[in-house]
């Protein structure tokens, strides 16, 4: 591995050189959009590619503001569909974290403009040798082909006619689509492959650039149209470029990579320095892991933060297997930082990724450990019985559903073993988790998914509550029709709207559409593009397309939900002041009765400074701060210190919501006109959501007046029936609950005196048998640890004693055996429990002495203390067997 110094053609100057050449030739710089998809798209776990933030474009659903765009866009590849985990260490070109260079254009040119841009920007202004280069294009798309050979002058014998299943891209089983045309670059015949569209390309050529022409639309399987204005998505990855660039056969061999594997080979020992895959691993989990933590993932068990789990634990795995000290993996980031820190000045927050992935890897520490040891036992014992090398689906779920130990990793670890992994029946039992734990949506409206409109609503809801409005569409399960009559449920878009369409946290607004046919009861408002799509219910006559009508929001409704979001705002504002500026908005839920906001703490907050927190936003609305709005560029909004959320879809232009100094905020949801409208804010519960995030939910305004009113009356009767004043009352419950702690462990001590002298009085009433004496004893529920304690006193002063005590609490049912010592020759309690557990049903083991087991049984009890008693006999006389 070379230490490059002074890096000629560096990562940071291709990605220049790539930029500034298309916004000299008239192309929009756009900012990369974050690795995490705006809320608004559910289709993606990740942005896996450059033309994800311009999906709505190509769909048609928004029109483009502008009609060329640049981007070096973050993506990651490491979950669902779009997948490189497993790959990657192990190629020279897989990652989890890429920078996809790209061109855009949105029916501005086509594919003459396209491919010169691509074959100037690397022979002209890379430099790069032209019969280093190969193409492919569509077996249908001659256009293409033509203006390769004719225009270019690429010569037939590098280029190459391929089939659908290569060059022909779709966004869906229906939408945008079109041939693509791809440039590889040729690494020479010191590496095995053949030309592309021959056969397998192998490690000689490369796919460097792929240009999609997206000319038609597909309407069904058979069907596909032209599109009237076409369009071109291009990408171009940078690990592969630098790479022909910087003359390295392999990405990690850029200057990408390389200063974070030469510190890595730094501090392992020699004997690990030529496991260098192990080292790629770690070198590329950290560009995903500072990325993802940036952005404000946290490592959970579910979505994102599962997948951010996965990589680090995949990272301490493969750190521990080249005995790398993983406090040595936190020194690795900052390298990383360095060299990207210039483009992405989100991801300048070492201190913040530093201790989350320091707290995951001290958590992980004992999981691994543990998971390993369990994974370790079961292959030995595997290859001890000769058994098929295969890990059982039940095995690979208990270690993820019971330690936290990742499938892949599973996998991983079975796959060095020359084991087999049965990840079938590790999805079934999955599947069955999720369909035993699915829970019913808030709204049962119809999915807008099913829904295209090219319609731009013109919201009014920032100063209106009521408009003249037209009828522009009517959608019943998601089909376009022009009337709906009383009693059907629809969709309705409607041009000006006055209803605020659910985002940001805020629920959607209701009411009403009125015209002379009838009434629309607006259930829900939700967003589809620049369009607000109004869900609901025709309560009174008919209502059709093109009818002039009245629109009225809930306004009581929405005037509720106004100080919720107001006050979500101060909350938020309050918790950077008190806990610090590393908590990071990760949900959030206004509606009229509440709010709810998730954060990011590691911790439960203490009572003390939840106080805090609480009187911090009461003293905001006390002071009647006046909000204000103002519409500005977001680059200029952040950099004057506005909040942006991660998750959240901006415009170029913003609004920015402030209330003075104390909150600044990138915000388009309704709010007061002045914090004092707020009322009062008063915190109901905090609580913990997931691994590393918080949940507060509080209530504001009359809701919250009504509350604590509420309480000070419940206050005053306590105060009235303990027959104390209010400032009396805490040391009078304190006092009370001493006294209730003192009678129960007086109680607790005679019940446990009773229950001894009622045991001891059966027993020594001896049940003789063979000289055993045998006791089947049935008594109310008692606690079980005071049973045992009881049961470990007498053993001590018994002799030949063989003692089954039955209790039932509710429909569960306890069974404790007690066997002297003098007895284990014929029989032990855990062996009178085991055969117990094979009759009827039970569950429980424990020592010779002592054991215990229980059912569910909700018949009568009498009815199984017989069959215990006449089960115990006869265990007892065929002496255990």
């Known amino acids: 591995m070379k230490i490059l110094k002074v890096m000629k053609n560096s990562s940071s100057e291709i990605r220049s050189k790539f930029i500034k050449y298309f916004t000299t030739k008239g192309h929009t710089y756009v900012d990369s959009s974050p690795i995490i998809p705006s809320n608004d798209d559910k289709t993606l776990l990740f942005t896996n590619a450059g033309m994800v933030q311009f999906k709505d474009i190509f769909l048609g659903l928004t029109d483009s503001k502008y009609k060329s765009a640049v981007t070096s866009q973050k993506c990651i590849r490491a979950g669902g569909k779009h997948n490189d985990l497993d790959n990657v260490g192990f190629t020279n070109r897989h990652h989890t974290f890429f920078e996809m260079l790209g061109n855009f254009s949105f029916g501005d040119y086509f594919k003459e403009e396209a491919i010169k841009y691509a074959w100037d920007f690397l022979t002209l202004e890379l430099n790069i040798p032209k019969d280093k280069l190969w193409i492919t294009v569509h077996d249908t798309d001659l256009e293409a082909k033509n203006i390769w050979i004719n225009d270019i002058g690429v010569s037939e014998n590098r280029l190459s006619v391929i089939g659908t299943s290569d060059n022909f891209w779709s966004m869906g089983d229906v939408g945008p689509c079109g041939p693509c045309t791809e440039i590889f670059y040729d690494y020479g015949d010191s590496f095995k492959g053949v030309p592309p569209g021959h056969g397998d390309e192998g490690e000689r050529y490369v796919e460097i650039w792929n240009l999609v022409f997206m000319q038609f639309n597909r309407l069904s399987k058979d069907k596909i149209v032209n599109l009237p204005k076409p369009s071109v998505d291009t990408g171009m990855g940078l690990e592969r470029i630098c790479a022909v660039m910087q003359n390295e056969h392999s990405n990690y061999n850029t200057d990408l990579f390389v200063p974070m594997i030469n510190f890595i080979k730094h501090n392992v020992d020699k004997k690990f320095t030529e496991e260098i895959s192990s080292m790629k691993v770690i070198a590329d989990h950290i560009r995903s892991i500072s990325f993802l933590i940036a952005e404000g993932v946290r490592p959970s068990n579910e979505g994102h933060g599962y997948v951010l789990r996965r990589i680090i634990r995949r990272t301490i795995r493969h750190s521990q297997k080249i005995n790398l000290d993983t406090k040595k993996l936190i020194e690795v980031i900052p390298i990383f930082i360095n060299t990207v820190v210039d483009q992405y000045k989100e991801v300048n927050n070492y201190n913040y990724i530093r201790e989350i992935l320091s707290l995951e890897i001290d958590k992980f520490s004992e999981t691994l450990n543990t998971g390993l040891e369990i994974l370790d036992k079961n292959i030995k014992k595997i290859i001890s019985n000769g058994e098929k090398k295969e890990i059982s689906g039940e095995l690979l779920f208990l270690l993820y559903d019971t330690y936290g130990f990742p499938v892949d990793l599973t996998s991983t670890i079975a796959s060095e073993k020359k084991f087999k992994v049965n990840v079938g029946s590790f999805e079934e039992l999955m599947e069955q988790q999720k369909i035993n734990s699915k829970k019913s949506s808030r709204f049962d409206a119809q999915d807008s998914i099913d829904i295209k409109t090219k319609h731009i609503t013109n919201f009014t809801g920032y100063t209106d509550y009521k408009n003249s409005i037209e009828i522009l569409d009517i959608y019943v399960d998601g089909e376009n029709i022009n009337k709906i009559n009383v009693g059907e449920s629809a969709c309705v878009i409607i041009n000006p709207c006055p209803f605020y369409a659910e985002s940001g946290g805020q629920i959607g607004d209701s009411g009403l559409i009125t015209s002379s046919n009838g009434e629309f009861e607006v259930i829900d408002s939700k967003k589809l593009g620049l369009a607000n799509l109004l869900y609901g219910k025709q309560i009174r006559g008919f209502l059709e397309i093109n009818d002039n009508a009245s629109a009225e929001i809930d306004k009581e409704k929405r005037d509720r939900i106004k100080l919720n979001h107001s006050a979500t705002h101060l909350l938020h504002a309050s918790l950077i002041k008190n806990i610090g500026n590393n908590v990071k908005q990760k949900g959030s839920l206004v509606s009229d009765t509440k709010l709810r906001f998730d954060f990011s703490c590691d911790k439960p907050i203490k009572r003390k400074t939840l106080n805090a927190i609480e009187d911090e936003v009461n003293y905001n609305i006390d002071k009647n701060i006046i909000a204000e709005t103002k519409l500005m ?249």
Do not use: P
Not at 663 to 690: A, M, P, Q, R
Not at 751 to 764: C, D, F, G, T, V
Not at 835 to 857: C, F, H, K, P, V
């Open 633 to 881: 560029g977001k680059e200029e909004a952040i950099s004057q210190g506005a909040m942006a959320l991660f998750g959240e879809k901006y415009d170029d232009e913003v609004r920015v919501l402030s209330f003075s100094d104390v909150s600044v905020e990138l915000c388009g949801g309704t709010h007061v006109k002045s914090t004092g409208d707020i009322g009062v804010f008063k915190i109901l519960s905090e609580s913990s959501v997931s691994s590393g995030i918080r949940r507060i939910e509080a209530i504001t305004g009359m809701t919250a007046n009504d509350y604590l009113t509420k309480r000070d009356s419940l206050v005053t009767d306590i105060c009235q029936k303990l027959n104390v004043g209010d400032e009396e009352l805490e040391n009078k419950v304190n006092a009370i609950l001493d006294d209730n702690k003192k009678l129960k462990k007086e109680n607790l001590s005679l019940l446990k005196s009773y229950n001894r002298y009622r045991i001891l009085e059966i027993i020594r009433n001896k049940n003789l048998e063979n000289n055993y004496n045998i006791q089947v004893v049935h008594q109310e529920y008692f606690d079980g640890k005071v049973l045992k304690n009881i049961l470990e006193d007498i053993k001590s002063s018994e002799k030949n004693l063989i003692l089954t005590v039955i209790q039932k609490n509710k429909s569960k049912v306890e069974i404790y055996t007690l066997v002297t010592k003098d007895c284990f020759n014929l029989i032990t309690a855990k062996k009178i429990i085991n055969i117990l557990n094979s009759i009827i049903g039970s569950t429980g083991g424990g020592r010779d002495d002592i054991a215990q087991a229980g059912l569910e049984y909700n018949d009568e009890i009498d009815d199984l203390i017989d069959v215990i008693k006449k089960n115990i006999s006869e265990i007892i006389l065929n002496k255990g067997k």
